[in-house]
């Protein structure tokens, strides 16, 4: 009985040890939005391409992108900024349509930029972007659905973005 109850444990170890590490995905469809947190200091969430994920502003690298409510204007604006210090987002084009804007999304394999911008600005539904991280990476993007309200006196901004992200350094996006 002594025998069994050790061999039975030594499986349970093994099988607990053995952890399966997923693949970080290169696309997908994620939501960013402009609401601030307080922690010991302000932040705010952002994505991170080469995660795959909402990550704060503060502390630490931070997101590639965050998204910005540009109230500068008459009427606020959205915007998408980057924390690398160089321009790095590049207009593909502004469609009538959500189809229209997938197909140019679907259709676009290769980066042909000579001029960058230093913010996605503005941002609306159906726009397709390249943005280049400080890494040298690109990631296609398509504005899926934008929010641009005031919400309890404060200007609120949301985002929905399709995205393909390319991590292997080259202009070719991955299929």
């Known amino acids: 009985m002594k025998r069994h109850l050790v061999l039975f444990?030594?499986?349970?170890?093994?099988?607990?040890?053995?952890?399966?590490?997923?693949?970080?995905?290169?696309s997908g469809i994620d939501t960013i939005d402009n609401i601030t947190y307080f922690g010991t200091t302000y932040y705010n969430y952002g994505f991170l391409f080469s995660g795959a994920k909402l990550v704060k502003t503060y502390p630490g690298t931070g997101p590639?992108?965050?998204l910005y409510v540009n109230i500068d204007n008459v009427t606020p604006r959205l915007t998408l900024q980057s924390n690398n210090l160089t321009p790095s987002f590049y207009k593909v084009g502004v469609f009538t349509?959500?189809?229209?804007a997938q197909s140019a999304f679907d259709d676009l394999k290769t980066v042909t930029v000579t001029q960058w911008q230093d913010m996605a600005d503005p941002i609306n539904d159906n726009?397709?972007?390249i943005y280049k991280s400080g890494t040298g990476n690109y990631t296609k993007i398509r504005i899926v659905?934008?929010?641009?309200?005031?919400?309890s006196s404060i200007a609120y901004g949301e985002c929905t973005f399709q995205w393909v992200y390319q991590p292997d350094g080259s202009s070719t996006f991955p299929k």
């Open 97 to 100: 349509d959500a189809a229209g």
């Open 145 to 151: 659905s934008t929010v641009n309200e005031t919400r």
């Open 9 to 26: 444990l030594a499986i349970i170890s093994i099988l607990s040890g053995c952890t399966k590490k997923e693949a970080t995905r290169t």
């Open 64 to 66: 590639d992108i965050t």
């Open 127 to 129: 726009q397709v972007w």
